[in-house]
Nanobody, 125 residues
């Protein structure tokens, strides 16, 4: 079991940046998990944003955020981050952190066992 708590969301203007954080706690060491970020806009399904493997050396991004978002992790701090730059209004959504036991990340919602409560990101035009 792992508990995930996201933070860092808020209201920004188009073109601004935000950094989301996800703090993990639980009995297993944080490096036992690969991590992902997903988002869900109103009326839409939850979609993949970015993922990172257990040691941070491998990452993957959705095409819509590639080049603008960066996922990273600090295993010493049990935290995964999502740096979001050049935000357009279309990035408005609730952003969720997710954990998957194992060294390989996944890109599907069903591949993750543990989820945070989400943090709202609103980008105004």
């Amino acid at each position: 079991q792992v508990q995930l708590v996201e933070s860092g969301g808020g209201l920004v203007q188009a073109g601004d940046s935000l950094r989301l954080s996800c703090a993990a706690s639980g009995r297993r060491t944080f490096s036992s998990y690969s991590m992902g970020w997903f988002r869900q806009a109103p009326g839409k399904e939850r979609e993949f944003v970015a993922a990172i493997n257990y040691n941070g050396r491998s990452t993957h991004y959705a095409d819509s955020v590639k080049g603008r978002f960066t996922i990273s992790r600090d295993n010493a701090k049990n935290t995964v981050y999502l740096q979001m730059n050049s935000l357009p209004p279309e990035d408005t959504a609730v952003y969720y952190c997710a954990a998957r036991l194992g060294i390989y990340y996944g890109i599907g919602v069903n591949e993750y066992n543990y989820w945070g409560q989400g943090t709202q990101v609103t980008v105004s035009s």
